[in-house]
């Protein structure tokens, strides 16, 4: 069984392994797009911890006593089977192989192999580095379903223990109950949906936000559409700002129409801490410009390169 799978290492074949979000991102990876390189905790190794800590049925003992339609009652059954998971011991070999991959993610390279004198020497004086930990279910983004933000994301993780602990927690997090519900009511077996956790190296951007390849307010396909705004890009994802909007031709990249608004706050990591914070801006800097010409059209040249990859 395989705990921990490098980028390098997965395609889209390994959505089991490795859930929707983990697999896409080998296949991005494979395909030398611009993305930070990472490591997958695979759905293997939950299975492991089910399997040596025996939880799972208490898991199913709490949600068949549990009626879904009283929020009261689901709100507690979700709290229980988080606290239990939480509780519960990762497996040794597992987190061993966390902290592996984590200490050598500046090598990016596959070091099962490496003899450990090696290993010793290249983590000499290497800082290791801030890293988003991701949930990446394995029933994620399937045609007729999705379950995407039903499950956590941790941003700007530092440090071995934080990271294994954020993979801890976003285990925990298969059973929110928004998740739980949504299951019950596609009646979807929680016992056959696992969750594998992405952990990529963080940027630390200075701009972000989303693209897309067929404008979704219009479904026009010959219009690639970019939103960003300033900082981390959950401001935008989220809704909580109201973001640039770029219209772009998809054949001459073409800047078609630009609605520059108000972008009141943005996420940052401090410093100082390494946490994300909000930041209220200026009046001046809320109302510029995210993103400038050449980089508009560089995005929406990625934007067309993945739809054609897909």
């Given at each position: ?132 930990v991701r949930s990446s279910a394995t029933a994620e983004d399937l045609p007729d379903f999705s379950f995407a933000g039903q499950q956590a994301t941790y941003l700007n993780?530092k440090k071995t223990d934080n990271v294994i602990q954020a993979v801890h927690q976003c285990w925990a997090s298969l059973y929110t109950a928004r998740a739980i519900y ?129």
């Amino acid at each position: 069984m395989t705990n921990v799978i490098w980028f390098k290492d997965i395609s889209k074949e390994d959505v089991n392994l490795v859930g929707g979000k983990g697999a896409n991102l080998g296949e991005m990876f494979n395909a030398k797009f611009p993305i930070p390189s990472g490591f997958v905790v695979s759905a293997e190794a939950y299975k492991i911890f089910l399997e040596k800590t025996g939880i799972q049925s208490y898991i199913g003992e709490i949600l068949r006593n549990t009626d879904i339609e009283i929020n009261d009652q689901l709100q507690s059954a979700s709290k229980k089977i988080q606290d239990l998971i939480l509780r519960t011991d990762m497996p040794v070999e597992v987190a061993s192989d966390i902290k592996k991959a984590y200490e050598n993610m500046n090598v990016n390279v596959d070091l099962a192999n490496v003899p450990k004198q090696t290993l010793d020497f290249i983590q000499v004086g290497r800082d290791n580095p801030f890293v988003a930990v991701r949930s990446s279910a394995t029933a994620e983004d399937l045609p007729d379903f999705s379950f995407a933000g039903q499950q956590a994301t941790y941003l700007n993780v530092k440090k071995t223990d934080n990271v294994i602990q954020a993979v801890h927690q976003c285990w925990a997090s298969l059973y929110t109950a928004r998740a739980i519900y949504y299951r019950e009511k596609n009646n979807f077996d929680h016992n056959k949906v696992f969750i594998a956790v992405v952990v990529q190296k963080m940027v630390d951007s200075e701009k972000a936000g989303v693209m897309f390849s067929i404008n979704p307010a219009t479904n026009n396909e010959d219009e690639i559409i970019i939103e960003a705004g300033f900082g981390f890009g959950d401001a935008v994802v989220s809704g909580a700002i109201s973001p640039d909007n770029y219209v772009v031709d998809k054949h001459t990249f073409e800047i078609k129409n630009k609605t520059i608004n108000n972008k009141e706050f943005m996420f940052y990591r401090d410093p100082n801490t390494g946490r994300t914070n909000k930041r209220i801006l200026s009046h001046d800097k809320s109302r510029m410009q995210v993103l400038n010409e050449n980089e508009i059209i560089q995005i929406a040249k990625l934007a067309k390169l993945s739809e054609e990859y897909y």
